[in-house]
């Protein structure tokens, strides 16, 4: 496969998962936003999402609707779900003879979807949540699409590889922000639908009860997020099927590029594994949290280096 | 039973309407007719409907980018078909292989021995001074002597039903994805009538191309590597491109997925380097080699001269075709079919003046509401001047620029197109068409897809059908009985 074809692929799985996490989390945000007493803060959504400096963030933050629009339907926001959406097109676009006509058709509706001005004014005057759902649901026949009609050849694979490295990524970030609003402290008891609400944004709330029968509390959400197996959004399940999907490229030919990166996933695959909530305790969760965002960004930037940047 | 469609049909008497002669159904198109007569104005606004949402959701379409953003358009179809008989097919047929095979040759001499020159057949100078004549092709030995092995000959027809060639593309002539599309599109809008018709398939295209182009292999293999090269997402026929490539199989790439090492073409792969044999390319001639041809390309890949030259790539069309389809080359044409063949030319060029000739160009000057002139390097109806549809001004200021630069301009008298029943707003009414085989020519000869485009000037009263001007096309059926 063409090392641009792969690339722009990767890069069209990693904008529409991105575009997922950032709806979701927006819809369950402005449900949290109707819920509280108090002023509710946008500031997590913003610093994860977006490069807006702390002062715009901090004059923001309460403002709901203007959020909503920044976040959805801003053409000069990279992260919006238009841009997103935008970018993905056409990245499917320019290697169309790569991804399926029912794969093209599905991108080029949900591009029109989040172009047409009624959503914008929906969002600004109705409830956001049917504009968030509908959204969403456009991002669901995506993945549907791509898992019934691509062929299982490198292109999927590298599709797959994208998916599941934004995803452990996002997964970080969410953790890292929410975390560091309680000074990265696992004994802070906090209001517990601040949890709840968390827990809803990444579909894991119901999981998380019949896990966790116990109160929600910071040391497991912890576990769930980052090392509950059965959770298809956990960072242990992001990491292991971005192993599989990587294992899959294996051939005769690649052994130098082959060896650099299952080495890299495989190390953090294990580190994962292998420490618990004793070992976050001593290390710090701050820390912890940094460490495998690293890692997560050098195997991107060695895909990059080895797959897509051919020299 | 509404025939009123056809019974308020109203053609002209100044040019040759494919489908009526006066009143009377010319018998190609009879059935046809009572095919379509069966249809209400507004059964054949939802057919047309049907074909656009067809279109739109099948992709055929062009971009326009205005910002970031790419707007998708419709290339304008026409769904009333234009029939040919096979007899005048096989006329057309014949005439453009013999055409192609004289061009061919010509490019060959031109690029070695010269002997045309030699003859006086031809000035020296219309060769020397032509923008597209490559000094880097001279007694550059090409696979199987074939040069032209992908063209689009573009046909009319005059007033009196005679056949004409307008003009010759032998660069990178498009437009066959939409042949394609517009015979799929008719099977879907009128269901059983193409079987019942008897008309000749076109869908073979791709597969006779391939063959073509895997034998022009360097590397004796069974299964070459042929690809794609096309300028990328932001060039107009990008579609015909991707289009091509997914029905051959074969792999579309950029300049910047090539790179040449040691005088042979690689393609880069996440399995590493790939040796490539063929190229068809749809980038033009001066974008292909920075080191060779213009410096600041992006398009093309660097090195990819010196690999064709040593023979370890075949690179289709070859470069340099635009010598043979300079539109004031294309006075000689008949010349060179004399001169290689020994034949009489069985298809005719439509009358042309050069005006770098003073005789000629006062003629023009003289008659010049009766003529066209255009740029001998032009391409898509643009900088040409029709003499009865210009303003004086307009008429002024072009024989300003003639003078200026003669030999950069031919003129024709201005030819009055074939018209066809085109389905525009609701009703039937002529509009003028060309056509435009598509000719492959390889190593066991010359093949040409029955039918081809037929291109549709749609404004009323235009004779210009190119798309960037308004045109559209329809879809081109031979019969064959």
């Given at each position: 496969m063409l090392s641009r074809v792969a690339n722009s692929l990767y890069w069209m799985s990693r904008y529409m998962e991105r575009c997922d996490g950032i709806l979701r989390l927006l819809r369950v945000n402005y449900e949290y936003s109707q819920d509280g007493f108090e002023a509710f803060s946008w500031r997590p959504v913003l610093v994860i999402f977006t490069d807006m400096l702390p002062q715009t963030i901090e004059k923001n933050k309460y403002e709901g609707?203007?959020?909503?629009?920044?976040?959805?339907?801003?053409?000069?926001?990279?992260?919006?779900?238009?841009?997103?959406?935008?970018?993905?097109?056409?990245?499917?676009?320019?290697v169309q003879d790569n991804v399926t006509k029912e794969v093209w058709q599905c991108l080029n509706e949900y591009y029109h979807t989040s172009r047409n001005q009624n959503l914008g004014i929906k969002l600004q005057n109705d409830d956001p949540i049917s504009v968030l759902n509908d959204l969403v649901q456009q991002g669901m026949y995506y993945y549907g699409t791509?898992?019934?009609?691509?062929?299982?050849?490198?292109?999927?694979?590298?599709?797959?590889?994208?998916?599941?490295?934004?995803?452990?990524?996002?997964?970080?970030?969410?953790l890292n922000v929410k975390f560091s609003e309680l000074n990265y402290s696992l004994e802070e008891k906090s209001d517990p639908t601040?949890?709840?609400?968390?827990?809803?944004?990444?579909?894991?709330?119901?999981?998380?009860?019949?896990?966790?029968?116990?109160?929600?509390?910071?040391?497991?959400?912890?576990?769930?997020?980052?090392?509950?197996e059965h959770f298809p959004r956990s960072i242990i399940y992001s990491v292991r099927r971005l192993k599989q999907s990587f294992e899959t490229l294996k051939t005769d030919r690649t052994t130098e590029a082959y060896k650099a990166l299952s080495h890299m996933i495989g190390k953090l695959e294990s580190h994962i594994r292998y420490t618990d909530l004793k070992d976050i305790e001593e290390k710090g969760v701050k820390d912890y949290l940094n460490h495998i965002k690293l890692e997560l960004m050098a195997i991107g930037n060695a895909l990059n280096h080895y797959y897509f940047q051919f020299n | 039973m509404d025939a009123s469609l056809f019974n308020n049909y109203e053609t002209g008497d100044t040019f040759y309407d494919e489908m009526y002669n006066g009143k009377t159904i010319r018998p190609p198109y009879v059935k046809l007719y009572e095919h379509l007569k069966q249809f209400t104005a507004e059964e054949l606004t939802q057919k047309e409907e049907m074909a656009r949402r067809l279109f739109m959701s099948q992709g055929v379409t062009f971009t326009v980018y205005s910002g970031d953003e790419g707007i998708e358009k419709i290339f304008p179809f026409d769904i009333v078909p234009r029939i040919i008989t096979s007899s005048e097919w096989n006329y057309i047929e014949t005439g453009i292989k013999q055409r192609l095979k004289?061009?061919?040759?010509?490019?060959?001499?031109?690029y070695s021995n010269q002997f045309i020159i030699k003859d006086k057949i031809i000035p020296i100078e219309m060769i020397y001074s032509c923008e597209h004549y490559l000094r880097e092709m001279h007694n550059l030995k090409v696979p199987h002597e074939i040069f032209v092995h992908i063209s689009g000959i573009d046909i009319i027809r005059d007033s009196d039903g005679t056949f004409y060639v307008l003009e010759d593309n032998l660069r990178t002539p498009s437009g066959v994805s939409?042949?394609?599309?517009?015979?799929?599109?008719?099977?879907?809008?009128?269901?059983d009538l193409l079987p019942s018709t008897s008309v000749r398939q076109v869908i073979n295209y791709p597969q006779l191309l391939y063959k073509n182009l895997a034998a022009l292999s360097p590397r004796h293999n069974s299964n070459p590597t042929i690809v794609m090269l096309t300028p990328g997402i932001y060039n107009s026929a990008y579609f015909e491109h991707s289009t091509l490539a997914r029905l051959m199989g074969i792999e579309l790439v950029e300049g910047k997925d090539l790179v040449v090492d040691n005088h042979r073409v690689f393609m880069k792969t996440t399995q590493g380097l790939q040796r490539v044999d063929v190229i068809y390319r749809r980038v033009d001639d001066e974008y292909l080699d920075p080191l060779v041809?213009?410096?600041?390309?992006?398009?093309g890949v660097a090195g990819l001269m010196s690999a064709y030259r040593k023979g370890h790539v075949a690179i289709v069309n070859a470069p340099g075709n635009g010598v043979a389809d300079d539109k004031a080359v294309y006075i000689y044409v008949p010349d060179m079919i004399k001169y290689y063949l020994n034949e009489e030319p069985i298809l005719k060029n439509v009358p042309t003046y050069k005006l770098e000739d003073a005789s000629e160009r006062e003629h023009?000057?003289?008659n010049i509401e009766k003529m066209v002139i255009k740029k001998t390097n032009g391409s898509g109806g643009y900088g040409m001047i029709i003499g009865n549809a210009?303003?004086?001004?307009?008429?002024?200021?072009?024989?300003?620029?003639?003078?200026?630069?003669?030999?950069?301009?031919?003129?024709?008298?201005?030819?009055?197109?074939?018209a066809a029943p085109c389905y525009i707003n609701g009703k039937l009414a002529p509009r003028r068409i060309d056509l435009r085989p598509f000719a492959l020519f390889g190593p066991s000869g010359i093949e040409i897809v029955p039918g081809g485009l037929t291109r549709v000037a749609l404004k009323e009263g235009s004779l210009v059908v190119n798309s960037s001007q308004g045109g559209g096309s329809k879809d081109t059926w031979v019969l064959n009985d």
């Open positions: 609707r203007k959020v909503l629009q920044f976040m959805v339907t801003d053409k000069l926001n990279n992260n919006s779900v238009f841009s997103l959406v935008n970018k993905a097109r056409e990245n499917a676009r320019s791509c898992e019934i009609t691509m062929a299982r050849n490198e292109g999927y694979y590298f599709m797959n590889i994208g998916k599941y490295l934004e995803r452990a990524m996002q997964s970080v970030d969410i601040y949890w709840k609400y968390l827990l809803l944004s990444i579909s894991g709330y119901e999981i998380f009860l019949k896990s966790y029968r116990s109160a929600l509390d910071s040391r497991n959400i912890l576990h769930q997020i980052v090392w509950n | 004289a061009l061919n040759l010509f490019l060959n001499d031109v939409y042949m394609l599309e517009n015979r799929e599109i008719t099977k879907r809008i009128f269901p041809f213009k410096a600041d390309s992006m398009l023009v000057f003289k210009a303003t004086e001004q307009e008429i002024e200021d072009y024989k300003i620029e003639v003078l200026k630069d003669p030999r950069s301009f031919i003129a024709q008298p201005i030819i009055s197109l074939s």
